[in-house]
């Protein structure tokens, strides 16, 4: 901890300013006791170390606080000091009794509250939901700045990242995805923008590091950019995503599998509009290969041209799925509102643009193509080159 308590309630902050001298001399005249249990705490100064508190005895505050980490420590100072520069006179480690939560760092900004949580070890989507409602309660913002090691890079624009990682995702004014993180050893921000998963852990995204010192808190809460693959890129994936279904030693995909086999549909030939990169990607965990080859069966499969297709009975089908376990939602606690419709819609959209789907009215759409499945692999590259065609246009839109 970075923060105690000495009489009359005065809270002492160890920030980058506190110089050693005084906080030794400090040592010798008060006692420190924990803001949080009232506990007496010791001020530990070591050369190595950052200078804090610790508890004597262990107890409940030991557990949750103590075990904070040098690199936890350093990044909350770090952007206590950071955010004091931009004037926002910031509170670190403010404890809110109502709630039983301690943030990191506290701040008003533009007459809102916001809390920064920094988070270095990887904790359960379930705690990580309870303190951010935590917080909603009393009306704050939450911000939660993923720890920026263990971000795991497979080339220059794809990435592999758990389900813990996922939990930082946040959209921003132009409805893309993103999850910020900070390294307090390089003091930079790293920025994962344009987040597109293409399978439960792989997910295309440009990186961007920016320094602690070029970075506003503006920059934080909004991160801009609109990054945009090559669409070969994501074929290459889709691709090895099939093959992994057809390889996968354990029993997950069999259901999907089966229910292919069952309408006489061999994934490396299925159309290749089943399986496309769209912005919303990332709310199901699902590979966008396997929900779209569920609305594939279920809507286009075998369907005349003319036939009506509506927003509402994709959403119907969907659900049924998600329902089934056959399609599985993604947990993303800093987005309130449930995006599935929206994804759904904009998968219509890109129907349309491919030209399979003809718009009617708002969320009304008839068959304007059949689709057929290739018989060989060379008819399905020729559709498949068509289908980039298409990625490449809307790229450059
Ligand atoms: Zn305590």
């Known amino acids: 901890m970075l923060t105690a308590k000495i009489k009359d309630g005065e809270v002492i902050t160890l920030n980058a300013k506190a110089e050693k001298i005084a906080l030794m001399d400090l040592r010798k005249k008060v006692k420190f006791t924990c803001p949080i249990c009232s506990q007496e705490v010791i001020l530990k100064m070591g050369s ?23 690199y936890h420590m350093l990044a909350k100072l770090k952007l206590f000091e950071w955010l004091n520069q931009q004037g926002l006179s910031p509170v670190l480690e403010p404890y809110y009794p109502n709630i039983k939560q301690r943030a990191d760092i506290a701040f008003k900004y533009n007459d809102e509250l916001y809390c920064l949580e920094f988070q270095c070890s990887t904790i359960s989507e379930e705690l990580f939901r309870r303190r951010t409602e935590g917080y909603r309660k009393l009306s704050m913002h939450p911000i939660w700045l993923l720890a920026g090691k263990g971000i795991n890079r497979k080339n220059s ?5 758990s389900s813990f990682h996922y939990l930082f995702a946040n959209k921003n004014s132009s409805q893309q995805w993103y999850i910020p993180s900070y390294c307090p050893i390089i003091n930079q921000f790293i920025f994962l923008k344009t987040i597109v998963p293409v399978s439960v852990r792989n997910s295309f995204l440009a990186i961007e590091m920016k320094p602690l010192e070029r970075t506003s808190l503006l920059d934080l809460l909004n991160p801009d950019g609109n990054y945009k693959f090559r669409p070969e890129q994501w074929s290459k994936e889709i691709f090895k995503f099939k093959i992994s279904l057809l390889t996968h030693k354990s029993t ?11 309408q006489s549909l061999n994934p490396q030939l299925l159309h290749p509009i089943v399986g496309v990169p769209l912005t919303n990607n990332i709310i ?3 590979s966008p290969f396997i929900w779209q080859a569920y609305v594939y069966i279920d809507h286009l499969h075998h369907q005349s041209i003319g036939t009506p297709l509506y927003l509402h009975a994709l959403v119907k089908t969907t659900w049924q799925r998600v329902n089934k376990g056959q399609i599985k939602l993604r947990n993303l606690p800093n987005i309130r509102e449930l995006l599935l419709r929206e994804l759904l819609y904009e998968y219509l959209i890109f129907l349309r643009k491919a030209g399979v789907l003809q718009k009617q009215k708002e969320h009304e759409f008839v068959i304007a ?17 068509g289908l980039r065609k298409l990625l490449l246009m809307m790229t450059e839109e």
């Not at 997950?252 to 086999?261: G, M």
Request: with cysteine; aromatic share 12%.
């Open 157 to 161: 624009s794809l990435a592999s990242l």
């Open 369 to 385: 193509k059949e689709l057929k499945a290739a018989s060989t692999m060379d008819e399905w590259k020729q559709q498949e080159k």
């Open 284 to 286: 199901l965990e699902s």
């Open 252 to 262: 997950t995909y069999y259901p999907f599998l089966r229910e292919l086999y069952r």
């Open 48 to 70: 190595k170390r950052i200078p804090h508190f610790a508890h004597i005895r262990g107890d409940a505050c030991t557990e949750q606080y103590d075990r904070e980490s040098e």
